[in-house]
């Protein structure tokens, strides 16, 4: 009876996301997250990773960089069309993995793979599906996800009834998972002779050669639309100078070319984690706290005192930034920071 309670109740599948043989950062939460999971449902986690080169043989393999994780199990899977991704192999492959077992969740980064594949199993398993998810409460059968909306200004809680439950996760949205597990590893064989390949990637573009890596930055100024223009965004970097640090911006600067694509930061651009973050003129969107919240210590400078960057902020400015800058590099100069 004891034993019966005890079982584990299915699997939870993590798709680990790796790019030039190096699994993807932000893989450590989303298996934190899931192990969160697993607890409420009494689950398994199986972290799966697709691959061209069979990763058993490979010394050097992703396998290795996950191994040593506290989960259950690590499912690989080798195809030649699995050299680069496409939702066409991807979903195929899931929705393969999902029918060999008792799958209760199937979890996949909020990243341009994790909502591209996503909705297309969905569909084919015909279940629903809850994206940007960053909490979740309750237990058993009665788990409400939770994700922000409305730029983060409400907290959706959404509950699910059909199963496997399909989550994208934000970015940076829970703690790494923890180190020390001893996970088997399965080689498990989908036969993709008869997909057809309808959407392929034909490369990745790398950044501008002799741009900044933010994610090795210890002092980070970034500035927002609250800038107003291009030529107003020279005070930023006047502060990150005399700051000696690098800066960084929000999306809509950097759609607007006030600065270069790299000095993104949020979860469509770099996920940094500085000693300081220094937001100035920036909202604090969900999708740009995701990318600098894990930052030691975070000063907001916003003229709107009920700006959400306040709630992540661990000290807070109120005020006009076009004041405030010119003060912070004078005081910064005077005292000799840089
Ligand atoms: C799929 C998707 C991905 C996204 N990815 C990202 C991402 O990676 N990174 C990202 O940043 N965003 C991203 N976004 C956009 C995000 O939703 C927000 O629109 C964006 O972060 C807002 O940028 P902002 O804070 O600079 O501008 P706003 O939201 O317009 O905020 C400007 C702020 O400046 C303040 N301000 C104005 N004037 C002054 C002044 N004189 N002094 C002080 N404060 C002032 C205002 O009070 C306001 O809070 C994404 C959106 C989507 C849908």
Known sequence: MEEEENKMAGKILVLIEHREGKVLDYNWGNLGFAVTLANKLNAEVSAVILSAVILAQDSASLVQSVKSKKINEIITVHDPKLEKYSPDTYAYVMQNLVSQGDIQVVVAGHTSIGWDFLP???????????????????????????RQVYNGKLVEKV??????????????????????????????????????????????????KGGVDLTKSSIIVSGGRGLGKKENFQIVKDLAEALGGDYAASRPVVDNEWVERDRQVGSSGKTVKPKLY??????????????????????????????????????????????????LIEEAKKQGVH
């Open 120 to 146: 297309k199993l969905a569909v084919r398993l015909n279940v629903g599906l809850v994206s940007e998810v960053n909490g979740v409460e309750g237990e058993g059968e009665n788990l409400i996800f939770k």
């Open 159 to 208: 509950r699910v009834k059909s199963k496997p439950y399909l989550l994208t996760v934000e970015r940076g949205g829970f703690p790494d998972i923890e180190e020390g597990g001893t996970p088997q590893v399965s080689n498990v064989s989908v036969d993709l002779s008869q997909i057809e390949v309808r959407t392929k990637i034909i490369e990745y573009v790398k950044s501008e």
């Open 278 to 327: 220094l937001a100035c003129g920036i909202s604090g969107a969900i999708q740009h706290l995701s990318g600098m919240k894990k930052s030691d210590v975070i000063v907001a400078l916003n003229k709107d005192p009920d700006a959400p960057i306040f709630g992540v902020a661990t000290y807070g400015v109120i005020g006009d930034l076009f004041e405030v800058i010119p003060a």
